[in-house]
């Protein structure tokens, strides 16, 4: 069983049109839930680190809040510019430092 | 800081080859993970380091691939003898890597890998 899904795959937007992109994990006992960006032909960007639900982050057109059982990375009135892949990636307790990653939502927005 | 440096950026080998891959973390940084990214397997972990001490390398995908980490500004990933099967993106990062938080892990640019 997967212990973390991304869900859409792909999601295409129009400017300005706002939305939200979900991971659902199934870990329990978490650590820590990351979301990263991901543009063509580059490493993953760090974005937020999230520990505890009720919590959320926020950066520019970016929201990411967090649950029990998943994560939401909201984009408001997103630009073209915010096109990219993104990946969430959960720490397991007794996982060490490492992260599994769930395989990410492609995002497009286009004008 | 300079961030995570890898080189090459791209690599083009021949089937039987062996092939190096290398790495610098970000300084001061305690943790360095090899990745390998492809389109039919996203993200995978192969191997990490804590301290300069390989962790979990149960994502090795076999004896052909070996890595090291000899002291804590540098390592490699060696594939030997490399197959066009190992073609894929691989990915340094680092991360504090201590306590609670401080887990984020930053990842440099990659390697291109096209084994023909």
């Known amino acids: 069983e997967d212990q973390v899904t991304q869900s859409p795959e792909a999601l295409r937007l129009q400017e300005g049109e706002s939305s939200s992109l979900n991971c659902s994990y199934t870990?329990?006992?978490?650590?820590?839930l990351f979301w990263y960006r991901q543009d063509p032909g580059k490493g993953p960007e760090f974005l937020f680190t999230?520990?505890?639900a009720g919590e959320e982050k926020e950066k520019e057109r970016l929201k990411a809040t967090l649950t029990k059982k998943e994560s939401f990375l909201h984009i408001t009135a997103p630009k073209p510019e915010d096109s990219a892949t993104y990946l969430c990636a959960v720490q397991e307790p007794g996982g060490g430092n490492k992260l599994t990653f769930g395989t990410g939502t492609q995002l497009k927005v286009e004008l | 800081d300079a961030g995570v440096i890898q080189s090459p950026r791209h690599e083009v080998t021949e089937m039987g080859q062996e092939v190096t891959l290398r790495c610098k973390p970000i300084?001061?940084?305690?943790?360095l993970f090899w990745y390998r990214q492809t389109m039919m397997r996203g993200l995978e972990l192969l191997i990490y380091f804590n301290n300069n001490v390989p962790i979990d390398d149960s994502g090795m995908p076999e004896d052909r691939f070996s890595a090291k980490m000899p002291n804590a500004s540098f390592s490699t990933l060696k594939i030997q003898p490399s197959e066009p099967r190992d073609s894929a993106v691989y990915f340094c990062?680092?991360?504090?890597?201590?306590?609670?938080?401080?887990?984020?892990?930053?990842f440099g640019p990659g390697t291109r890998l096209t084994v023909l």
């Open positions: 990062a680092s991360s504090l890597g201590r306590g609670l938080a401080g887990h984020e892990q930053f």
């Open positions: 300084s001061g940084h305690n943790s």
């Open positions: 999230l520990y505890s």
């Open positions: 870990v329990s006992g978490l650590r820590g």
